[in-house]
């Protein structure tokens, strides 16, 4: 009877207490659970095998839980998973550690955020069109933002800050027009914020601890200018003397022009005669005109 009815069990809340040691074997049987919170407590088991095998799975939390291990990729196994809860760990991993894409398309809230992930953000969780919140925050992942984060088209929160995320906001996040919260701050991102309605909406907190510009932050972008080599402009010539050739250029300009202009008519009288009587009939024009 005992085993039959953890067979049926569909819920199990074991938060907020103080287990210690590996997770009982004896939940195992519990196969039909959709609901399961072993959150904050102080278990010091990594995920057991078993735990992926529960198909019907549909919340899981064990944040706060005291993990100190990779995150396995069997985690894909929970088909029927809506929401994933991992925070507050020690997990780690490097690489392609998160393959979604192909397995957890039911999934809308996934939680990794105060871990030790590192590596870069996988570009399959991209894939998970029916994501709604994402949050990555507190790990050391590097590398850039996916540039298809676009296609994630039903989030509504995400949550990338403080990590080393470098290069520009991809333009495409700008499809994002569900998305409400936003947390990009205390990273290596550059340049300008990409413009849309809602991003320009957010608060500015959203940005902070990177060097990007454009609403809502205060300063606004301004085209940077490759400031010039002057030590590549000057050479030594002539026995060591220093030469600017910047202005030598510009002396030989003034000279060029000069002659090309007025060579012509100092060298040839009929073309400086032509010259000068187009100008004294100019002359009669114009007074002709103020008169």
């Given at each position: 009877?005992?085993?039959?009815?953890?067979?049926?069990?569909?819920?199990?809340?074991?938060?907020?207490?103080?287990?210690?040691?590996?997770?009982?074997?004896?939940?195992?049987?519990?196969?039909?659970?959709?609901?399961?919170?072993?959150?904050?407590?102080?278990?010091?088991?990594?995920?057991?095998?078993?735990?992926?095998?529960?198909?019907?799975?549909?919340?899981?939390?064990?944040?706060?839980?005291?993990?100190?291990?990779?995150?396995?990729?069997?985690?894909?196994?929970?088909?029927?998973?809506?929401?994933?809860?991992?925070?507050?760990?020690?997990?780690?991993?490097?690489?392609?550690?998160?393959?979604?894409?192909?397995?957890?398309?039911?999934?809308?809230?996934?939680?990794?955020?105060?871990?030790?992930?590192?590596?870069?953000?996988?570009?399959?969780?991209?894939?998970?069109?029916?994501?709604?919140?994402?949050?990555?925050?507190?790990?050391?992942?590097?590398?850039?933002?996916?540039?298809?984060?676009?296609?994630?088209?039903?989030?509504?929160?995400?949550?990338?800050?403080?990590?080393?995320?470098?290069?520009?906001?991809?333009?495409?996040?700008?499809?994002?027009?569900?998305?409400?919260?936003?947390?990009?701050?205390?990273?290596?991102?550059?340049?300008?914020?990409?413009?849309?309605?809602?991003?320009?909406?957010?608060?500015?907190?959203?940005?902070?601890?990177?060097?990007?510009?454009?609403?809502?932050?205060?300063?606004?972008?301004?085209?940077?200018?490759?400031?010039?080599?002057?030590?590549?402009?000057?050479?030594?010539?002539?026995?060591?003397?220093?030469?600017?050739?910047?202005?030598?250029?510009?002396?030989?300009?003034?000279?060029?022009?000069?002659?090309?202009?007025?060579?012509?008519?100092?060298?040839?009288?009929?073309?400086?005669f032509l010259y000068f009587q187009f100008l004294d009939r100019l002359g009669n024009k114009?007074?002709?005109?103020?008169?």
């Amino acid at each position: 009877m005992r085993s039959l009815v953890l067979h049926n069990l569909v819920s199990l809340d074991l938060s907020f207490n103080s287990f210690q040691g590996p997770i009982p074997v004896d939940l195992q049987n519990m196969t039909s659970l959709r609901h399961l919170n072993l959150s904050y407590n102080v278990f010091n088991s990594s995920i057991p095998n078993w735990l992926y095998s529960f198909s019907h799975l549909e919340f899981l939390d064990l944040s706060t839980y005291n993990l100190q291990v990779t995150i396995s990729s069997s985690i894909g196994n929970l088909t029927s998973a809506i929401s994933i809860d991992l925070s507050y760990n020690e997990l780690g991993g490097k690489g392609k550690v998160l393959e979604y894409s192909t397995t957890l398309q039911l999934v809308n809230i996934i939680d990794l955020s105060k871990n030790n992930l590192s590596g870069e953000i996988p570009k399959e969780v991209t894939s998970l069109r029916g994501l709604q919140s994402l949050n990555f925050s507190f790990n050391i992942l590097t590398g850039r933002i996916p540039e298809n984060i676009g296609d994630m088209v039903s989030l509504e929160s995400l949550d990338f800050s403080v990590n080393q995320l470098s290069g520009h906001i991809p333009p495409s996040m700008s499809k994002l027009t569900f998305l409400s919260k936003l947390n990009l701050s205390m990273n290596h991102l550059i340049g300008r914020i990409p413009s849309s309605t809602h991003l320009q909406s957010l608060t500015a907190s959203s940005f902070v601890g990177n060097e990007l510009c454009g609403l809502p932050l205060a300063n606004n972008c301004t085209i940077n200018y490759v400031k010039p080599n002057t030590e590549n402009e000057r050479s030594k010539d002539f026995g060591g003397l220093e030469v600017d050739w910047f202005y030598v250029s510009m002396a030989l300009g003034f000279v060029v022009g000069f002659w090309v202009v007025w060579g012509p008519l100092l060298m040839n009288k009929h073309w400086r005669f032509l010259y000068f009587q187009f100008l004294d009939r100019l002359g009669n024009k114009l007074r002709g005109v103020v008169s």
